[in-house]
């Protein structure tokens, strides 16, 4: 050709191309998009991408599908508007301290998601950060303030009920404040989610629930607020509330 490159320069260059290069060779004129689209030069990407697909190809092979299906960036998927609300929760949470009963509640979930309304002058800045950060917090203050001294076993539990559907879940049950991270003034505990057996996949995520204190003295806390959160997995809205939909409510 007088004014470009004849096809057989193309068809000899066109198989040394990568697939994202050989995408754009078919956007610059109809002869190049022609030539391009022969099969045979997407096989040679394939080739080298994923080398066993040729040695027993599927009878319907087409290559350029193949590489433009499985060679796109993942895009991020948006999870749908949740069937669940805050509204519809209420969160039942016990706390012992070697047996006897110190925390007894009935948390709706809008006052969890609410969070602290009023927070204590001399935490930690780890701790600050955390409460400021743009993560889905669940959080309530604790009033009257609870004064723990450090060594006795502290076990909590958490039940849930949702009124959509008059079912109850078991979030946490009886589990020990057993980590204490002293940086952030947390104590820890937690316990592995129980799903619903229509989602058998899906295992290992935990509910985490946290004790938010200041030091008052040598191994006195005091408990200001309490936060539950499913960080391993949920860390929106949107995902914590899928979360708890998927759990085995009865």
């Avoid at 800045?125 to 309530?140: F, G, S, Y």
């Avoid at 958490?158 to 008059?166: G, S, Y």
Wanted: with cysteine.
């Amino acid at each position: 050709m007088e004014n470009g490159l004849s096809d057989e320069v193309l068809k000899a260059v066109f198989p040394l191309l990568d697939g994202k290069d050989l995408v754009f060779c078919m956007l610059v004129c109809r002869q190049w998009r022609e030539i391009a689209k022969d099969d045979y030069f997407w096989k040679c990407i394939c080739a080298r991408k994923w080398p066993s697909i040729c040695k027993q190809p599927p009878s319907d092979a087409n290559y350029q599908k193949l590489y433009l299906t499985f060679s796109k960036p993942r895009k991020p998927q948006h999870l749908p508007v949740p069937k669940l609300t805050f509204e519809d929760l209420v969160f039942y949470i016990d706390m012992w301290l070697d047996g006897s009963l110190i925390f007894s509640q009935a948390v709706s979930g809008c006052i969890l998601r609410g969070g602290l309304q009023n927070t204590p002058c001399g935490i930690p800045d780890v701790l600050v950060a955390h409460l400021t950060a743009p993560d889905c917090i669940l959080m309530m203050e604790v009033e009257p303030k609870l004064e723990i001294t450090m060594g006795p076993s502290i076990t909590v539990s958490v039940l849930a009920h949702r009124k959509d559907t008059k079912k109850m879940a078991c979030v946490i049950n009886k589990s020990t404040f057993d980590y204490i991270d002293s940086n952030a003034a947390r104590a820890l505990a937690y316990e592995y989610l129980r799903f619903s057996p229509r989602y058998p996949f899906i295992s290992d995520i935990r509910a985490w629930m946290s004790l938010l204190f200041l030091y008052k003295g040598t191994n006195v806390i005091e408990v200001f607020g309490i936060e539950l959160d499913f960080c391993d997995a949920a860390r929106s809205e949107t995902e914590i509330l899928w979360l708890l939909d998927m759990l085995d409510w009865k």
